[in-house]
């Protein structure tokens, strides 16, 4: 089992900056790719970036690809997405996710645990 925990989110003007942090406990951290994703209202939950355990591999939303940077800190059990160039497209809750797999995926379901999320609100 593991417990995510998002942090970092909050109310930003837009081109303006956030970075989230996502705080994983009750397991081997370093097993596990991990990911990011949000839902706006109204909307389904989408898929922003994923990092391999590694840290070796990265993949990105279109939409967010050159603005927003995923990384991960193994030894603090932590992952991180660096947010540029906010625009109020962005705003959602966003959520850190563990996969089962070692592998970056964009695949929902390849994810087996989630953070309660966190809110990011971009004004214009």
């Known amino acids: 089992q593991v417990q995510l925990v998002e942090s970092g989110g909050g109310l930003v003007q837009a081109g303006g900056s956030l970075r989230l942090s996502c705080a994983a406990s009750?397991?081997?951290?370093?097993?596990?790719?991990m990911g990011w994703f949000r839902q706006a209202p109204g909307k389904e939950r989408e898929f922003v970036a994923a990092i391999s355990w590694s840290g070796g591999n990265t993949d990105y939303a279109d939409s967010v690809k050159g603005r927003f940077t995923i990384s991960r800190d193994n030894a603090k059990n932590t992952v991180y997405l660096q947010m540029n160039s906010l625009k109020p497209g962005d705003t959602a809750v966003y959520y850190c996710?563990?996969?089962?797999?070692?592998?970056?995926?964009?695949?929902?379901?390849?994810?087996?645990?989630w953070g309660q999320g966190t809110q990011v609100t971009v004004s214009s």
């Open positions: 009750g397991h081997t951290f370093s097993v596990y790719a």
């Open positions: 996710a563990a996969s089962r797999l070692r592998v970056a995926s964009q695949r929902f379901d390849q994810y087996a645990y």
